[in-house]
């Protein structure tokens, strides 16, 4: 009498008293234990034995047959000695559960193990059920299969009939085309007594069909009986099976005693919209009578005849699609061509060539590049050749081109190509398709714009230059009326004006320099304002000037009002900061500050003291011009006065329309 265990384990252990001590400690009723001396061995019985894991030892087996036990789905213990723990760590990588060392001084290491493994094993259990389930799933579903393909093969051969039918017609209308063939053949494999096929129209159902002809009426007008089983499948679209229809109280027959005691088939024929066009309708004793399986082969039957139907109209449908690329293509006034890649021609061109060349189509049509381009007489040939030739390569899928033509009159025209690659099914280049469009007028009128441009750039490029020349005779003369000024505070004065109309001098300087950009440089402009201050009103050579500007670009007319700015800040630091040759210091700070700029002009002069003046602190020629100024830009200045004086002006990034005030 055999034991039934509820594990099963084998002990694979060259060493065969290894292999009694392990079974002494295992072999109980909970575990049942098998032994082999090498993995040849082991392989053998777990072929023949139901086996739920494994405890190999890492020497005893070649390495081919241990590796192939590892990778066996069932769990593995390794075991080994000291002198090969390095093996079963490596067995550890490559699949095995877990491992203990041997001697088995102790047997905890090996429950530990075992305990560790019957994880593993469940998890094998439930993976062979789950196999064994989808086995049989797998071997249900083929049976079904092989009843079907047998069933399908009785029904292939009428639907190659009918489909041969189909194809040959050109153009189907509706059931009368075809309708015998289906109902001669479909009724035929399913060895039908009888049948029909009734096409829907307007006022009822018209016999198109039958194999009982005398019995069979040729109209049904509408509406037909509530009872009647064609009724049922229009309305629902849907096919029928009667077992018996004399069983059937919800469906009346025709009343024909032929009828009686038999089964019914009725399917609806849909169209490719799924509008049902008709019915099919056969019937057969009950011996045999109609089953499942034929209803689902009806089925199939009505589903093939709505994709025949739908191919028919794609067709017709790309029949007329074609009919009108046709005459859209003839009569476009663009010239439309294709040029062939595999036979390197001209393979189609549209009657508008004659429009716009003055040749006949005839001359370039299945002819070369080089004949085109000869006989349009390009002027641009290479960069036509060019064109083609990245539109092949797949240097370029699609792009225009612009070339002057010579048509056959004499008459010179530029003309704009747009072309397209074509690619077939598997990505390769077919064809250049493209379109030819004359637009002498517009290239005419971009030439008249161009030299407008150019016209208007000299012209401003002259008054700027004038206006320039004009500040500096300005500038030379207020150099020499300072010259002639015996009064310090008169040359101050004409000084100061001196630095303000160079400020705007260095504004068209930049323009002259820069081509009429609509910016200027704000860095380069500010190292130019502040180099012409300390060398115009600077007379103390103890003042040092620290600049922080950031690299900004700024439209004209802010650049001018900013610039004055910064004149008049640094102009009054210089002369009033400080007294005769004590030294200091000036600095600027210019940057963007999230939607404005900033600018800081701070010295560590005297500041201003109210003692010493009677002036107002924000008051004075120079602050009123400031204020003036910075109203213009829209911004605000602020006066700080400690340990020297720091002004602070912020004005809006945005190109905001910019105040007209006379200073």
Same mark, same amino acid.
């Given at each position: 009498?055999?034991?039934?265990?509820k594990?099963?384990?084998?002990?694979?252990?060259?060493?065969?008293?290894?292999r009694k001590?392990?079974?002494?400690?295992?072999?109980?009723?909970?575990?049942?234990?098998?032994?082999?001396?090498?993995?040849?061995?082991?392989?053998?019985?777990?072929?023949?034995?139901r086996? #739920?894991?494994?405890?190999?030892?890492?020497?005893?087996?070649?390495?081919?047959?241990i590796?192939?036990?590892?990778?066996?789905?069932?769990?593995?213990?390794?075991?080994?000695?000291?002198d090969?723990?390095?093996?079963?760590?490596?067995?550890?990588n490559?699949?095995?559960?877990?491992?203990?060392?041997?001697?088995?001084?102790?047997?905890?290491?090996?429950f530990?193990?075992?305990?560790?493994?019957?994880?593993?094993?469940?998890?094998?259990?439930?993976?062979?059920?789950?196999?064994?389930?989808?086995?049989?799933?797998?071997?249900?579903?083929?049976?079904?299969?092989?009843?079907?393909?047998?069933?399908?093969?009785?029904?292939?051969?009428s639907?190659?009939q009918?489909?041969?039918?189909?194809?040959?017609?050109?153009?189907?209308?509706?059931?009368?085309?075809?309708?015998?063939d289906?109902?001669?053949?479909?009724?035929?494999?399913?060895?039908?007594?009888?049948?029909?096929?009734?096409?829907?129209?307007?006022?009822?159902?018209?016999?198109?069909?039958?194999?009982?002809?005398?019995h069979?009426?040729?109209?049904?007008?509408?509406?037909?009986?509530?009872?009647?089983?064609?009724?049922?499948?229009?309305?629902?679209?849907?096919?029928?099976?009667?077992?018996?229809?004399?069983?059937?109280?919800?469906?009346?027959?025709?009343?024909?005693?032929g009828?009686?005691?038999?089964?019914?088939? !009725?399917?609806?024929?849909?169209?490719?919209?799924?509008n049902?066009?008709?019915?099919?309708?056969?019937?057969?004793?009950?011996?045999?009578?109609?089953?499942?399986?034929?209803?689902?082969?009806?089925?199939?039957?009505s589903?093939?005849?709505?994709?025949?139907?739908?191919?028919?109209?794609?067709?017709?449908?790309?029949?007329?699609?074609?009919?009108?690329?046709?005459?859209?293509?003839?009569?476009s006034?663009?010239?439309?061509?294709?040029f062939?890649?595999?036979?390197?021609?001209?393979?189609?061109?549209?009657?508008?060539?004659?429009?716009?060349?003055?040749?006949?189509?005839?001359e370039?049509?299945?002819?070369?590049?080089?004949?085109?381009?000869?006989?349009?007489?390009i002027?641009?040939?290479?960069?036509?050749?060019?064109?083609?030739?990245?539109?092949?390569?797949?240097?370029?899928?699609?792009?225009?081109i612009?070339?002057?033509?010579?048509?056959?009159?004499?008459?010179?025209?530029?003309?704009?190509?747009?072309?397209?690659?074509?690619?077939?099914s598997?990505?390769?280049?077919?064809?250049?398709?493209?379109?030819?469009?004359?637009?002498?007028?517009?290239?005419?009128?971009?030439?008249?714009l161009?030299?407008?441009?150019?016209?208007?750039?000299?012209?401003?490029?002259? !008054?700027?230059?004038?206006?320039?020349?004009?500040?500096?005779?300005?500038?030379s003369?207020?150099?020499?009326?300072?010259?002639?000024?015996?009064?310090?505070?008169?040359?101050?004065a004409?000084?100061?004006?001196?630095?303000?109309?160079?400020?705007?001098?260095?504004v068209h300087?930049? !323009?002259?320099?820069?081509?009429?950009?609509?910016?200027?440089?704000?860095?380069?402009y500010?190292?130019?304002?502040?180099?012409?201050?300390?060398?115009? !009103?600077?007379?103390?050579?103890?003042?040092?000037?620290?600049?922080?500007?950031?690299?900004?670009?700024?439209?004209?007319?802010?650049?001018?009002?900013?610039?004055?700015?910064?004149?008049?800040?640094?102009?009054?630091?210089?002369?009033?900061?400080?007294?005769?040759?004590?030294?200091?210091?000036?600095?600027?700070?210019?940057?963007?500050?999230?939607?404005?700029?900033?600018?800081?002009?701070?010295?560590?002069?005297?500041?201003?003291n109210?003692?010493?003046?009677?002036?107002?602190?924000?008051?004075?020629?120079?602050i009123?011009?400031?204020?003036?100024?910075?109203?213009?830009?829209?911004?605000?200045? #602020?006066?700080?006065?400690d340990?020297?004086?720091e002004?602070?002006?912020?004005?809006?990034?945005?190109?905001?329309r910019?105040?007209?005030?006379?200073?």
């Amino acid at each position: 009498m055999s034991l039934e265990y509820k594990y099963k384990i084998l002990v694979i252990d060259k060493d065969e008293s290894i292999r009694k001590e392990l079974i002494k400690h295992l072999n109980n009723k909970l575990y049942g234990v098998s032994e082999a001396k090498n993995s040849e061995q082991g392989d053998l019985l777990l072929k023949d034995e139901r086996i #739920d894991f494994i405890i190999q030892d890492i020497t005893s087996g070649s390495p081919e047959s241990i590796s192939k036990i590892l990778k066996d789905k069932r769990p593995v213990i390794v075991s080994a000695d000291e002198d090969n723990i390095h093996k079963a760590i490596l067995a550890m990588n490559d699949g095995a559960c877990s491992l203990f060392l041997k001697p088995l001084d102790n047997p905890a290491p090996l429950f530990t193990a075992v305990q560790k493994c019957l994880k593993h094993s469940r998890k094998h259990r439930q993976q062979l059920l789950y196999t064994k389930h989808l086995e049989d799933e797998i071997k249900n579903k083929n049976d079904e299969i092989d009843r079907k393909n047998e069933m399908l093969s009785r029904f292939n051969n009428s639907l190659e009939q009918i489909l041969s039918s189909a194809s040959s017609q050109s153009s189907m209308k509706d059931l009368s085309d075809y309708g015998s063939d289906i109902l001669d053949n479909f009724g035929a494999q399913l060895q039908a007594s009888g049948g029909s096929i009734y096409m829907r129209e307007a006022y009822g159902l018209r016999l198109v069909h039958t194999i009982e002809s005398k019995h069979t009426p040729d109209f049904l007008p509408f509406p037909l009986n509530e009872k009647s089983p064609f009724k049922k499948v229009l309305k629902s679209g849907k096919p029928i099976l009667i077992d018996n229809i004399d069983s059937e109280k919800d469906i009346d027959g025709s009343g024909w005693s032929g009828y009686e005691d038999s089964s019914f088939m !009725i399917f609806p024929l849909p169209d490719h919209n799924g509008n049902v066009t008709g019915l099919l309708s056969l019937h057969n004793k009950l011996t045999p009578p109609f089953i499942k399986e034929d209803k689902d082969m009806g089925m199939l039957m009505s589903a093939f005849y709505k994709e025949v139907t739908r191919a028919v109209s794609s067709v017709e449908s790309l029949h007329l699609s074609e009919s009108r690329y046709k005459h859209l293509t003839e009569n476009s006034a663009a010239v439309i061509f294709s040029f062939s890649i595999e036979n390197g021609v001209f393979d189609f061109i549209n009657n508008s060539f004659l429009t716009l060349t003055g040749h006949d189509r005839d001359e370039v049509i299945n002819r070369d590049m080089e004949t085109m381009i000869n006989v349009l007489d390009i002027q641009q040939k290479e960069d036509i050749i060019s064109h083609f030739e990245n539109m092949i390569t797949g240097r370029s899928s699609g792009s225009g081109i612009e070339y002057q033509i010579k048509t056959a009159s004499g008459q010179i025209k530029w003309v704009y190509q747009q072309t397209v690659t074509i690619m077939n099914s598997e990505g390769f280049p077919v064809s250049i398709d493209g379109t030819m469009t004359e637009f002498s007028d517009q290239k005419e009128a971009e030439e008249e714009l161009k030299t407008l441009v150019q016209q208007k750039d000299l012209l401003l490029s002259e !008054i700027n230059h004038r206006v320039k020349n004009n500040l500096q005779i300005i500038s030379s003369l207020i150099n020499l009326q300072s010259g002639l000024e015996q009064d310090d505070a008169g040359r101050n004065a004409l000084n100061t004006v001196k630095s303000r109309i160079t400020s705007i001098a260095l504004v068209h300087d930049n !323009i002259y320099d820069t081509d009429l950009m609509p910016t200027i440089d704000v860095q380069n402009y500010i190292e130019k304002l502040i180099s012409n201050l300390i060398e115009t !009103i600077l007379d103390n050579n103890n003042i040092t000037i620290t600049k922080d500007v950031e690299n900004i670009d700024m439209d004209l007319d802010r650049a001018v009002l900013c610039g004055l700015i910064i004149n008049e800040a640094i102009s009054n630091a210089f002369r009033h900061a400080f007294e005769s040759y004590q030294s200091g210091s000036v600095s600027l700070l210019f940057k963007t500050s999230r939607e404005n700029y900033l600018v800081k002009i701070s010295d560590t002069g005297r500041g201003f003291n109210p003692d010493l003046t009677d002036k107002p602190v924000q008051h004075g020629l120079g602050i009123d011009i400031m204020n003036s100024l910075i109203k213009q830009l829209n911004g605000s200045i #602020d006066f700080y006065s400690d340990k020297g004086t720091e002004i602070t002006i912020k004005f809006p990034i945005e190109n905001s329309r910019i105040r007209e005030e006379l200073l």
